[in-house]
């Protein structure tokens, strides 16, 4: 039997690299997930890339009404969440002396204030032995220029953590954070500097000396997902090839 043969799981962006990654190890481990993601064209692709026991639902997860919708698919779908997957984010670089109201709040919105409402909304469909992840960062532990506000969301996932594993401790559910290091996905093509360049940077700061694999770190979130976590609540899994620890340094 695979590790999550009939659970059913909801993860926000689910389209691309390490969401997707998460939706397909989830699948090939007897899972059904639920998907959402703001483009549908993205959404189509993720769902011909999983190729079976996937629904996606064209949602933002910085949207209260969207995240609504979800919920009522989900409930009208199965009816109950086993595993919760807050993961959607982007990584968008501003020095304080050139942050805007306008950068602070779209990071927020969606990193900090949206976990809190996709939770809020499923977690009357999840019942004792459900496992929430909320996809946080080893950049909440460090001190990287030009990421006041995304390393502050990243914080702000790694204490709501703590508050909720004892908040939700007599229903049974668990909630840890998954804090990856500089992985090789698509978010890096966004960033201000080259991808190459961006690379070299990261690979001089971490003692594997390389990125991690969008795989790898499904692998992190398919051990807290499962049984094999069942005594961890309330705990920061880093999957950061080392970079957090400074060993370098």
Do not use: C
Not at 74 to 89: L, M, P, R
Not at 202 to 213: H, K, Q, T, V
Request: cysteine-free; overall charge neutral; aromatic content about 6%.
């Amino acid at each position: 039997m695979s590790t999550l043969t009939g659970k059913t799981a909801v993860i926000s962006g689910g389209t691309t690299g390490i969401g997707l990654a998460i939706a397909q190890r989830f699948v090939a481990e007897g899972a059904h997930v639920f998907i959402f993601g703001r483009r549908q064209a993205q959404l189509d692709e993720a769902v011909k890339l999983i190729g079976r026991n996937v629904t996606a639902i064209q949602a933002d997860a910085a949207n209260l009404d969207d995240l609504d919708r979800v919920a009522a698919a989900v409930k009208a779908k199965k009816g109950v969440v086993d595993i919760v997957v807050s993961n959607a984010g982007f990584t968008e670089q501003a020095s304080l002396d050139t942050i805007t109201p306008e950068h602070f709040d779209k990071a927020f919105n969606l990193m900090a204030r949206g976990p809190v409402f996709m939770v809020q909304k499923l977690l009357p469909l999840m019942a004792s032995g459900g496992s929430i992840i909320l996809v946080s960062s080893a950049m909440h532990v460090m001190g990287i220029p030009g990421h006041t506000a995304y390393a502050a969301t990243k914080a702000a996932l790694r204490s709501y953590a703590r508050t909720w594993a004892s908040e939700f401790k007599d229903r049974g559910i668990r909630v840890n954070t998954l804090s990856p290091g500089a992985t090789d996905t698509p978010i890096l093509d966004s960033q201000s500097a080259p991808r190459e360049d961006l690379v070299k940077i990261y690979e001089s700061m971490i003692p594997l000396s390389r990125l991690a694999r969008a795989e790898e770190i499904a692998s992190a979130a398919l051990f807290l997902a499962s049984d094999q976590s069942s005594y961890m609540t309330g705990s920061d899994l880093m999957a950061d090839g080392g970079v957090a620890q400074n060993t370098r340094g």
